[in-house]
């Protein structure tokens, strides 16, 4: 019984122990799977991976690391070869460390600090240079780590590889790159700095000596803004702003900085804006323009002070050059002021002579502004514009009731101006009748106005003035010689401004700050005063104004004014007077006429034929002919 017992036991054990057999062998048939699985995930993973055991047979080696090796599978199974993919003789690759359990000590020695621990446990990486790699050498990345069974044993390790010669020669030229432009920008005397989002990326020696920073200390990181001195700092700001973000085109900017030692100084940048990893940067160049800068303070502050004093002197130039309202600087003018002058020391009559516009009735106002009879009346009478049948009324004026529309008593010219200055403008327009009874009023004989009864004998300083020859008009019998005598006592001649423009620049400087007032006028060009200086002014001072007022209100100069060829020939209307000279010989004297006409239209379109044709109602070609002719050029 006890033998079946024990037979039994055994048995029961023997199944027991083939139950477990069994079991286990279920087991190792899921390990080799897996095994095969893993084994299979890393032969076709792209990264060049082998794994060796604890003896260090290789036990696998990737597709992706034959490629990268050149090394087949077939010839590094099971040996301990996997040295002669990366070295030229017998040594230790990662994974054989890693296997080994080796200190750190032994992988300094081999790797020379130029590896690192992994993130796995007992792992580590690093990156070096094969020279015995491939036929040139290669920069490869690799980790190793170990492999550990169920009960913790090292069975093993697996090694990594990623070739990265690529990047490292990418980076070798950039550090080059890099070297050259430090070597560059650390030997320039102007200041380099590269600025990013406000802040220095990069500054070379130069910009730190011009700041007046040591060269050890490191301003990388620094807000730029901290070197622009306090008063400016909005100003740059917007200007750098805009440099980075709209691209402005202002590539020269001059502002003041403060030193690390506190001092101001004046730097001028040239800015550049350019791509720095990606981001948009600020390449810039400065330089220290402190001495240019305090010149040309100087120079402003002088040229300042000199525009003062130029302002000055003008202000004096024009009243040395200025007679009241009259102005000009020249000789004749000088004379014409002394002849004021003497004039107003006297009581005896004056008359002034010139061309219409050369303001004779601004003479006339001088005289009495300086004479004794200042503060008496000055009465203007424009003889030209009475109608003859009312002179009589209007110098000699006229009692109520003593013709029809004689409403009331009315002063004539003579009653106003008693006591102080009658000035009769166009003198040479009154009549011969007229000129007689002036004559008798003015020498004491006195005058009655119409309708009265009493004899008046005003006191009256007598100023005419005429653009005509009296002597003329009293040799055509047009004026009395008692009448001429009488009013050409102080007699007093005003110039053309053709033959004073000396005084134009004068002339058009007061003209324009007396009619522009507050309004900005823009200055004349170069050009302008050429033509003005190469212009006859047949109108004189009175054409001038007009054309500075149109200057003020269009901002244009215009001194050509052409006429129609009626209006022209209307003019130019011959008289008896120009046949005096002329010969008894018809022929002859159409020649002279016809020579004088044609220069004439040649002056007065300033030489231009097309509109002195115009004028004298003739075609071009004859014009030409005719100029040839008679050989009429220009001056």
């Not at 000596?209 to 050890?216: A, C, H, Q, R, V």
């Not at 600087?329 to 002394?338: H, L, T």
């Not at 008593?409 to 003579?414: E, H, P, R, T, V």
Request: proline fraction near 3%; aromatic fraction near 10%; glycine fraction near 6%.
């Amino acid at each position: 019984m006890l033998s079946e017992k024990i037979i039994t036991a055994l048995q029961q054990k023997i199944n027991d122990i083939s139950g477990e057999l069994a079991e286990n062998l279920k087991t190792c048939e899921k390990l080799e799977y897996i095994n095969k699985m893993l084994s299979q995930v890393i032969q076709v993973n792209s990264i060049p991976t082998f794994v060796i055991d604890s003896s260090h047979n290789v036990i696998l080696w990737n597709k992706a690391l034959e490629k990268l090796t050149g090394k087949t599978e077939e010839e590094m199974l099971g040996t301990q070869r996997q040295w002669v993919a990366f070295y030229a003789t017998n040594r230790p690759v990662m994974a054989d460390l890693i296997v080994d359990a080796a200190v750190e000590d032994e992988i300094e020695k081999n790797y020379r600090g130029k590896y690192q621990k992994a993130l796995i446990d007992g792992g580590y990486e690093a990156e070096d240079f094969f020279p015995d790699f491939g036929e040139t050498g290669k920069w490869l990345f690799f980790t190793a780590a170990p492999l550990f069974d169920e009960e913790g044993n090292r069975f093993g390790a697996i090694e990594t590889l990623q070739d990265i010669t690529t990047r490292k020669i990418s980076e070798e030229r950039l550090r080059e790159s890099e070297a050259q432009y430090r070597v560059l920008t650390e030997n320039v005397v102007d200041g380099v700095v590269l600025v990013q989002k406000g802040r220095l990326v990069f500054s070379n020696c130069a910009f730190k000596t011009i700041l007046g920073y040591d060269e050890s200390e490191d301003l990388v990181g620094v807000e730029v803004i901290n070197f622009i001195a306090a008063d400016f700092q909005p100003e740059f700001n917007d200007y750098l702003g805009r440099l980075e973000y709209t691209r402005s085109k202002q590539r020269l900017f001059q502002v003041p900085c403060t030193t690390g030692k506190g001092n101001e100084i004046w730097v001028e940048m040239h800015v550049q804006l350019i791509q720095w990893q990606g981001r948009p940067a600020v390449l810039s160049t400065l330089s220290d323009i402190t001495e240019s800068r305090q010149k040309q303070m100087a120079i402003k502050e002088e040229a300042a002070s000199l525009r003062k004093e130029v302002d000055f002197l003008k202000v004096n130039a024009k009243d040395r050059y200025r007679f009241g309202e009259i102005i000009g600087k020249s000789k004749a003018m000088q004379q014409v002021y002394e002849l004021i002058q003497q004039a107003s020391a006297t009581d005896a009559s004056v008359i002034i002579q010139g061309e219409s516009g050369t303001g004779k009735e601004l003479v006339s106002k001088e005289i009495h502004r300086l004479c004794d009879r200042r503060n008496q009346p000055f009465v203007p009478v424009n003889c030209g514009a009475i109608p003859e049948h009312l002179v009589e009324s209007e110098f000699f004026g006229f009692k109520k009731g003593a013709f029809t529309g004689a409403h009331q008593d009315k002063k004539g010219f003579l009653d106003q101006a008693d006591g102080g200055v009658l000035f009769l403008d166009e003198v040479g327009e009154i009549g011969l009748n007229m000129q007689v009874k002036l004559l008798r009023a003015i020498d004491e004989g006195g005058f009655t106005p119409i309708g009265g009864s009493g004899v008046r004998k005003p006191d009256i300083r007598l100023v005419a003035a005429t653009n005509r020859s009296l002597q003329a008009m009293v040799k055509s019998g047009e004026m009395r010689k008692d009448f001429f005598y009488r009013i050409n006592i102080i007699p007093i001649y005003l110039p053309p401004l053709r033959d004073r423009k000396e005084d134009l620049t004068l002339l058009v400087d007061y003209l324009i700050e007396k009619f522009a007032g507050d309004e900005k006028v823009p200055p004349l060009t170069g050009k302008m005063i050429d033509a003005f200086f190469n212009y006859d002014w047949p109108g004189n001072i009175r054409e001038l104004q007009n054309i500075i007022t149109r200057y003020i209100s269009l901002k244009k100069i215009d001194l050509v004014r052409e006429l129609p060829v009626a209006e022209y020939a209307a003019e130019k209307r011959i008289d008896d007077a120009q046949f005096n000279d002329l010969p008894t010989n018809l022929p002859a004297s159409i020649e002279i006429l016809e020579r004088r006409m044609i220069r004439d239209a040649m002056v007065r379109s300033q030489w231009h034929r097309g509109r002195a044709a115009a004028f004298l109602n003739i075609d071009r070609k004859t014009l030409y002919m005719k100029l040839k002719k008679y050989d009429i050029a220009p001056a």
